[in-house]
């Protein structure tokens, strides 16, 4: 269905920031869902935000003062082969490592089922003290 690309892990240390960034590309959609997921080895995949082509999103309450997700400059309204989903990560916390994924999905109700046709390979986060 869709090429998810993550990009912008790393390193980074207890306190500071990290961007990540998702494209898309293959068919063209305006109803969708793009979300971020991470897992840590050996435990559950855990959904950290997600982005509806509504305009809605959702990051789950006890992240919601520490991330946050948007497009940037581009224009919310804009089909999916053309929008790159940013993560924002801020004042990172030691439990914040793990391997980020991006998902995509032509059903917007991929959103509140976390089932998702796309995903990207993953982008490693590691923090440091």
């Known amino acids: 269905q869709f090429l998810v690309v993550e990009s912008g892990g790393g390193s980074v240390q207890v306190g500071g920031s990290l961007t990540l960034s998702c494209a898309v590309s293959?068919?063209?959609?305006?109803?969708?869902?793009m979300g971020w997921f991470r897992q840590v080895a050996g435990k559950e995949r855990e959904e950290v935000a997600h982005?509806?082509?509504?305009?809605?999103?959702?990051?789950?309450?006890?992240?919601?003062d520490r991330f946050a997700i948007d497009k940037g400059r581009v224009n919310v309204n804009i089909d999916i082969r053309n929008t790159t989903l940013y993560l924002r990560m801020n004042n990172v916390k030691s439990e914040d490592g793990a391997v980020y994924y991006c998902?995509?999905?032509?059903?917007?109700?991929?959103?509140?089922?976390?089932?998702?046709?796309?995903w990207g390979k993953g982008t490693q986060v590691s923090v440091s003290s």
């Open positions: 998902a995509a999905d032509n059903d917007r109700g991929a959103c509140y089922r976390n089932s998702y046709a796309s």
């Open positions: 293959g068919s063209n959609y305006r109803n969708y869902c």
């Open positions: 982005w509806d082509s509504d305009g809605s999103t959702r990051v789950p309450p006890a992240l919601r």
